[in-house]
């Protein structure tokens, strides 16, 4: 059994098992800990003539590691995060990191990260964004906490990480719970990319008439251009895959209800809370809500009947481009309203967030990885404190070339019944944000009228009141 090693991994699910290897092959000693034997069992197998050992006994496995202890959790989020830490602390030692990878609510790292210094223990929140094949080839890393005790496991994490331009897409984003902040606003975005690319497989398979192969091409072809990016990639290759039982594509034989465990509901709650909007990422998780009542859609197809969808637009070449415009679009707007929710985090929770870096280590290897990162960043290193990503001119030119085709297909939908509510709400926050003045003025003059809430004038300083019934 190796002794001395350099990282511990906590839970050998998949995810926990594949970033243990991918660690290990890069030549650190590391130490896997998970109480079934099975898991344990795969891991030796996979982990055959490398740097591996494991255990299923939390003692002797804080005693394999070297001093002081770096520990990687990667269990699911919730309780059995808070069990797995409860088990471990008794073996630790004043000055041993606990570094949390899943998907945790950043508020429980924070409460975490307290209760654990307070026994001289170090504890980071770190997002690992990839999936399970990410994990073991190279993920996005999103770190939050303490810089010293980062430098530690550092080497660790940048030798595990996808590559962008020879660059690692790990890195110390910020302070305290950062790092999940930063990874929950991610699943946020990708909500929010799934469902403004659901939306345009709807309009293309019920508003033009494309069949399962043509929407393939049609996708491909898009990954070929400015759209190219890691979701548009394997939507390409879901339509084209065919179901082992039937024969038939796989895709028509899926039930059209969409799961959830919660990271897009938690971005609309933080978002909520921080008083930022971000209508796309509501839209996205409400639509996965709705997909869920089954009976009450089919009673209201019976009752107002099912649009049938057809739009006006033809499947010509102009009406493909003029979607993969809007989708364009939409994305640009999407990454806009997580970034600006991302400073109001970094403000208010003092993270000290660099946007650049984030826009850098989402290059590679995460879900919402795109060609359109590069822009992202592009604009960050052009304008450190930009308030709203579209107001970068590089950002700018492209919304610009881009919005018409946008207002162009959420019209050609709402008339032909087709649901487009991510679109809709794309536009519909572009436009309020390039209106000059909004209707709040009347909001204003209904709270005064109903609860003398008072009004400002454009006219005078002050506060304001009107007897408005005399
Ligand atoms: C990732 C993914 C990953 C996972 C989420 C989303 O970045 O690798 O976001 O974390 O797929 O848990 O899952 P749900 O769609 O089930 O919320």
């Not at 993920?139 to 939050?144: A, E, H, Q, W």
């Not at 650049?356 to 960043?377: F, Q």
Request: net charge neutral; proline share 4%; hydrophobic share 45%.
């Amino acid at each position: 059994m190796i002794k001395n090693c350099e990282i511990g991994v906590v839970g050998l699910g998949v995810m926990g098992r594949n970033f243990l290897l991918n660690i290990a092959g890069h030549g650190f000693s590391a130490a896997g800990y998970n109480r079934t034997p099975e898991k344990l069992a795969l891991l030796k197998e996979e982990g055959k003539g490398l740097p591996v050992t494991g255990t299923g006994d939390p003692k002797e496995f804080v005693a394999l590691l070297r001093r002081p202890r770096a520990v990687i959790i990667l269990v699911p989020a919730g309780a059995a995060a808070d069990s797995v830490i409860e088990s471990l602390i008794p073996f630790l030692e004043k000055g041993d990191l606990l570094i949390d990878a899943g998907n945790s609510h950043y508020k429980d790292t924070e409460r975490r990260a307290a209760a654990l210094a307070a026994q001289g223990l170090f504890f980071m929140g770190a997002g690992i964004s990839g999936g399970e094949e990410g994990a073991r080839k190279g993920p996005s890393i999103m770190i939050g906490g303490d810089k010293n005790a980062y430098e530690r496991v550092r080497p660790i994490f940048e030798a595990a990480a996808a590559k962008a331009g020879g660059e690692p897409c790990a890195a110390l984003l910020g302070s305290g719970s950062s790092g999940h902040f930063v990874k929950m606003v991610h699943n946020g975005i990708e909500y929010a990319f799934m469902q403004l690319i659901a939306e345009t497989y709807d309009f293309m398979r019920r508003g033009l008439g494309l069949d399962n192969e043509e929407l393939s091409a049609v996708y491909s072809g898009w990954n070929k251009g400015e759209l190219n990016s890691y979701l548009i990639e394997i939507t390409a290759r879901i339509f084209s895959r065919a179901d082992e039982k039937t024969g038939k594509k796989l895709v028509d034989a899926i039930r059209d209800a969409a799961g959830q465990k919660g990271t897009g509901m938690w971005t609309t709650q933080a978002a909520l809370e921080l008083r930022t909007p971000v209508p796309t990422i509501d839209a996205a998780v409400a639509m996965r809500d709705l997909s869920f009542y089954e009976t009450e859609r089919a009673a209201a197809a019976g009752l107002f009947g099912t649009p049938a969808g057809t739009s006006d637009a033809d499947s010509g070449e102009k009406n493909l481009a003029r979607l993969r415009n809007a989708l364009h679009a939409a994305m640009l707007l999407t990454y806009a309203q997580g970034m600006a929710l991302l400073s109001a985090a970094s403000k208010k929770r003092g993270y000290g967030l660099d946007l650049e870096t984030v826009a850098r280590i989402w290059r590679g290897g995460c879900i919402i990885r795109s060609a359109m990162l590069e822009d992202l960043r592009s604009a960050y290193l052009r304008e450190p404190a930009l308030p709203v990503l579209f107001l970068d001119p590089g950002i700018a030119k492209k919304i610009k070339d881009c919005h018409e085709d946008l207002r162009a297909i959420v019209s050609s939908a709402a008339l032909a019944g087709l649901p487009v509510p991510a679109f809709m709400s794309a536009l519909g926050y572009f436009d309020a944000w390039r209106s000059g003045r909004l209707p709040a003025n009347l909001i204003q003059a209904q709270r005064d009228y109903f609860g003398a809430h008072t009004y400002e004038r454009t006219d005078a300083k002050g506060t304001f009141h009107t007897e408005w019934e005399k």
